[in-house]
T-cell receptor, first 114, second 113 residues
Framework: EDQVTQSPEALRLQEGESSSLNCSYT??????LFWYRQDPGKGPEFLFT???AGEEKEKERLKATLTKKESFLHITAPKPEDSATYLC???????????????FGQGTILTVHP | DVKVTQSSRYLVKRTGEKVFLECVQD?????MFWYRQDPGLGLRLIYF???????EKGDIPEGYSVSREKKERFSLILESASTNQTSMYLC????????????FGPGTRLTVT
């Protein structure tokens, strides 16, 4: 069974204190790994797609990396507005007519204090 | 920008009522999805549609049905609402076969009393 595990469940940082969120996955054939940001009471906002080990993507203070077993979301010098839940999801290779569903992790709740 | 809209942000219904949740996307995406999100359970796929009039069951389809008569619109129907269907409902769309990222709407917080 495909599994996605995110750690830690919650992370509290001081403004400017860099850190990383982890997403480890056990899937039978990865087609893509996705990072989303979700603010309370809102829908997830797409951040990055990673397709193969060694790939990196950056956006402002966020940088996502991918290995064969896990992905990291690095947050450099975070600000209070970076506070949100960060979700990781994987798309697996599927046969037949399946157009592929995403399997989500439980998320990491990030709080950045000023 | 991709825009996915949902008909209501908040909805309160009574047990046994038939409930319609509507989702519209404006980017000509082929695939559309309905999820529910609950604390401790994360996002779970209810149904998805990869083309007009096509639908497939997700992980938790029981108690739900869907309709996709037009490409831009995907409806989720709760045939007889129950209290255990109180949840945040999220719609998403995706361009098609070779583009896998999904874009989400703002969500509908449904409370069944």
């Amino acid at each position: 069974e495909d599994q996605v595990t995110q750690s830690p469940e919650a992370l509290r940082l001081q403004e400017g204190e860099s850190s990383s969120l982890n997403c480890s996955y056990t899937v039978s054939g990865l087609r893509g790994l996705f990072w989303y940001r979700q603010d309370p009471g809102k829908g997830p906002e797409f951040l990055f797609t990673l397709y193969s080990a060694g790939e990196e993507k950056e956006k402002e203070r966020l940088k996502a990396t991918l290995t064969k077993k896990e992905s990291f979301l690095h947050i450099t010098a975070p600000k209070p507005e970076d506070s949100a839940t960060y979700l990781c999801a994987v798309q697996v290779r599927a046969g037949g007519t399946s157009y592929g569903k995403l399997t989500f992790g439980q998320g990491t709740i990030l709080t950045v204090h000023p | 920008d991709v825009k996915v809209t949902q008909s209501s942000r908040y909805l309160v219904k009574r047990t046994g009522e038939k409930v319609f949740l509507e989702c519209v996307q404006d980017m000509d995406h082929e695939n559309m999805f309905w999820y529910r999100q609950d604390p401790g359970l994360g996002l779970r796929l209810i149904y998805f549609s990869y083309d007009v009039k096509m639908k497939e069951k997700g992980d938790i389809p029981e108690g739900y049905s869907v309709s996709r008569e037009k490409k831009e619109r995907f409806s989720l129907i709760l045939e007889s609402a129950s209290t255990n269907q109180t949840s945040m409902y999220l719609c998403a769309s995706r361009p098609g076969h070779y583009s896998y990222e999904q874009y989400f709407g703002p969500g509908t917080r449904l409370t069944v009393t």
